[in-house]
């Protein structure tokens, strides 16, 4: 089920980062201590932590990789704090961990921060800028990234729906998004390649696939494929979801009218 | 015959193909290749997805029998093309086809 506060929140967080800036959007309580704070380094999300997200990164690590214990956590952890390192790369480079399980670990534990953070009863936010934090940008995140890791919290079997999908249609040079549908939620429940869109592109061809297939899901026509701008866009419903695919080549129109076409042949 | 009638013959298995103003919905000129109680809802269907936004340049709408392919004149953005065909193995041609005389009658 989804929030509509909690997406509207979410999208007013991101829009309050200067596009491609450094810095951290913090949040205060009333009496002037920090409620959390979202890291962001050349527009990506480094991380985010807030006072009511009781979880650490060493007890995400420990549940998504089983031969390490909260223990050697720890006492790397304190290693990388008395020498200065960075906890993510030193966990790689002694091959504690594999870098897609880090990088789940890290966005599960952004997410999961930043929904608590967002849902805090604190004062509005405000943007610090910084010159950076060196974080490896393998090991930060797109806004929709985030955004989806988010909706994913709220309703994991629906997104994890929505990707296994995505992951069968999305081929190379396009790129795939999913909605949940008619609900009015624009924030992506899952997504693949969409990390170079601005976010405000993607919530907008949301809602534009959204109001289309409205009108045309009433006529009982199963799939639309739009050329917007030069940009190829194709939207078809499967249950409570909004699939959308995009694709920008000269050919990306022909190209996502057969896919679709192929997809739809026995609806 | 006309240039609309043209297009419906060189479009396989088309059912209509129409000029419509996508402000008023109001059809300018058509050709029925094949008259049936499908044309009129069809052309409504299309011509209500066009209208419900501005910006698309074309579209293609598919149902499980249906293929509307709809295409506004770049001169002329309220002008649009609508053409309804039976859904075929080869759309891509019908698009294309489409695409060809919308720039032809651009031009």
Redesign the interface.
């Known amino acids: 089920m989804h929030e509509p506060r909690l997406d509207a929140e979410l999208l007013h967080v991101f829009e309050r980062v200067p596009s491609d800036a450094s810095g951290a959007l913090v949040r205060e309580q009333s009496d002037g201590t920090v409620a959390g704070a979202l890291l962001v380094e050349h527009g990506r999300v480094c991380w985010a932590m807030s006072r009511r997200y009781p979880r650490r990164l060493t007890d995400i690590l420990v549940d998504e990789e089983s031969s390490l214990s909260t223990a050697q956590l720890d006492e790397l952890f304190a290693l990388c704090r008395r020498e200065h390192k960075p906890l993510g790369e030193t966990l790689i480079a002694r091959g504690m961990v594999s870098l897609p399980i880090l990088h789940r670990a890290l966005l599960r534990h952004t997410c999961e921060a930043l929904a608590c953070l967002v849902c805090d009863e604190a004062a509005p936010w405000s943007w610090v800028a910084h010159s950076g934090y060196g974080y490896h940008p393998m090991l930060t995140f797109s806004p929709a990234e985030v955004l989806a890791g988010v909706r994913a919290i709220i309703d994991p079997t629906l997104a994890a729906r929505a990707l296994a999908r995505l992951t069968e249609v999305v081929h190379a040079g396009v790129h795939g998004f999913a909605i949940e549908r008619g609900s009015g939620a624009r924030l992506p429940l899952a997504q693949i390649g969409c990390d170079s869109i601005e976010l405000t592109t993607l919530t907008d061809l949301a809602a534009q696939a959204d109001e289309v297939m409205a009108v045309a899901a009433a006529a009982e026509l199963d799939a639309a494929i739009t050329e917007l701008d030069g940009l190829a866009c194709a939207a078809w419903l499967e249950g409570d979801l909004l699939f959308v695919l995009l694709c920008e080549d000269e050919l990306a129109f022909n190209r996502l009218v057969a896919q679709v076409a192929a997809m739809t042949t026995n609806t | 015959m006309t240039a609309l009638g043209e297009l419906a013959g060189a479009v396989r298995d088309c059912i209509v193909v129409a000029w419509v103003d996508a402000r008023t919905g109001e059809v300018v000129e058509q050709h029925v290749a094949r008259s049936g109680p499908e044309v009129e ?1 069809a052309l ?2 299309a011509i ?2 066009m209208r ?2 501005a ?10 029998r249906h293929v ?1 392919i709809v295409q506004r004149l770049a001169s002329e953005r309220r002008r649009v093309l609508v053409v309804i065909c039976d ?1 075929t193995p080869n ?2 041609f019908a ?2 086809l489409v695409r060809a005389f919308v720039d032809a009658e651009a031009a």
């Open positions: 809802p409504d269907a209500e997805v419900s936004r910006r698309p340049q074309r579209m293609v709408l598919l149902s499980a509307h859904r759309i891509g698009v294309a």
